[in-house]
């Protein structure tokens, strides 16, 4: 299937990737490593950086086509004082710590962190038909018994998609983080 994929699309310039459950074709061609998992790092912000900002140079500076908005990866600001959590690929984990090894030390994850994580990877079903995405996701919290909140003032932002944004979804046997990345996108 790869190599019919790599054939059929090389000739139009997209690319494609599979993240979790979902094979996506896509114009960003994707990164080395694609195929490997993300992962989630903790690093400690060394001599009082700016997280805000130590987050932008990041993604504008370390394999910057990885961190298209459906990727799934993407830098976590202001959940633990002091630290970004980075969830990306390993390859661009070690770039990530040679161009940034004067403003970032990466840290093992506190376990309660890597317990939020793994939770995401719990399986099930979701279906709903024309729900506002605030409510699915009250819905997934309390199917998946996972604190789950949307972060509405991030929205506000966000051209594509509110806490009122209508959710159509079938999914069988899908991972939570899937489900809730393909509702965001």
Not at 56 to 76: A, F, L, M
């Amino acid at each position: 299937l790869q190599a019919e994929l790599d054939s059929a699309l090389d000739s139009t310039g997209l690319g494609w990737y599979t993240h979790d459950d979902v094979l996506v074709i896509t114009a960003i061609k994707p990164c080395a490593g694609a195929g490997v998992a993300a992962r989630p790092v903790v690093y400690r912000i060394l001599k009082g950086g700016n997280p805000q900002k130590l987050s932008q140079e990041i993604q504008q500076q370390v394999v910057p086509e990885s961190w298209e908005p459906r990727s799934g990866n993407k830098i976590i600001v202001g959940l633990l004082p002091s630290a970004l959590i980075i969830i990306q690929k390993p390859l661009v984990h070690a770039e990530l710590q040679k161009k940034f090894s004067i403003s970032l030390q990466a840290i093992h994850a506190p376990s309660r962190l890597n317990e939020q994580f793994k939770l995401l990877d719990q399986r099930g079903s979701v279906s709903c038909q024309r729900l506002p995405l605030e409510q699915v996701v009250r819905d997934l919290s309390q199917q998946f018994q996972v604190p789950l909140m949307l972060d509405v003032a991030a929205l506000r932002g966000d051209t594509r998609v509110s806490p009122d944004t209508p959710i159509s979804m079938q999914l069988n046997n899908v991972r939570l983080a899937t489900a809730l990345q393909l509702m965001l996108s």
